[in-house]
């Protein structure tokens, strides 16, 4: 088992839909529990943890303006949904003795710290994990974009994307038996060839900062501190 970690400080974004388990929607407290413990172990390695959460486990906008509702109505109800998964994972680290920060994007004091940026790098100087919430606190933007907004701001020197496979493939890995895994590939080629890392405006933002975007599996336990210290499989998106 690995001591050590070449990254000081990385973001790690996963989907509302991670914890949301076998379930079809919500939050699912063992999946929760399971992720938080796979955070803590890389904590445990002295590295400066960011996280961004999406809220598509709750609520997505394009969801519900395709139902009638107003879209910037509808993306604010979004960002809301990745305060309740922020809290969700505020509590399991803390169960595990992990200090933690949420800011959030949009303003409720009471429930959150706002996002104040000098603020937040001093959480993470004395090693508290601080969860981005609210997105953007914009419409129209999504939480991929939010994580690489903050990887930048925070000088993180990688965003994690946590997903359900090792990698970016050139095709469905889970529908194709012959799909290949992309060691490397360019931000270019994923926007060309669409290949689904993340949004093409959080592509784009990481390209223009030449920040690394590390695509692994969050399924695998240990996976998440084991690719920090060099080992296990995934793909990196990279200039
Ligand atoms: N959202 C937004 N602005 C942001 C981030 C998120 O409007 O900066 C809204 C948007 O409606 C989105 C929802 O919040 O559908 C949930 O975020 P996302 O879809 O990125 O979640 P994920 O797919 O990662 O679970």
Redesign the pocket.
């Known amino acids: 088992d690995s001591q050590n970690s070449t990254f000081k400080r990385v973001l790690l974004k996963i989907?509302?839909?991670a914890l949301m388990g076998d379930q079809g929607y919500g939050l699912h407290p063992p999946t929760v529990a399971r992720i938080a413990q796979e955070v803590k172990s890389v904590h445990d390695l002295g590295v400066e943890i960011c996280m961004v959460i999406?809220?598509?486990?709750i609520?997505?906008?394009?969801a519900g303006s395709a139902q009638g509702m107003e879209r910037t109505t509808?993306?604010?109800m979004?960002?809301l949904?990745?305060v309740m998964n922020a809290l969700a994972m505020q509590s399991a680290l803390e169960e595990l003795n992990v200090f933690t920060r949420v800011i959030s994007a949009i303003r409720m004091d009471e429930v959150a710290e706002p996002y104040i940026r000098r603020r937040a790098v001093r959480h993470l100087e004395k090693k508290r994990v601080c969860i981005f919430a609210a997105?953007?606190?914009?419409?129209?933007?999504?939480?991929?974009?939010?994580a690489t907004l903050r990887a930048n701001e925070m000088n993180c020197e990688a965003i994690f994307k946590g997903t359900k496979v090792d990698g970016v493939y050139d095709k469905d890995p889970k529908k194709f038996a012959d799909a290949r895994r992309y060691e490397t590939v360019s931000y270019d080629e994923c926007l060309q060839k669409h290949l689904g890392v993340m949004d093409a405006s959080a592509i784009a933002l990481a390209r223009d900062n030449n920040l690394p975007i590390i695509v692994f599996s969050l399924d695998e336990p240990g996976g998440f501190r084991g690719i920090l210290a060099g080992e296990g499989t995934y793909t990196r998106v990279h200039g």
Request: glycine share 26%.
């Open positions: 989907s509302g839909e999406g809220g598509g486990n609520f997505r906008g394009l509808a993306d604010y979004g960002m949904a990745t997105g953007t606190g914009n419409p129209y933007f999504t939480t991929d974009t939010a």
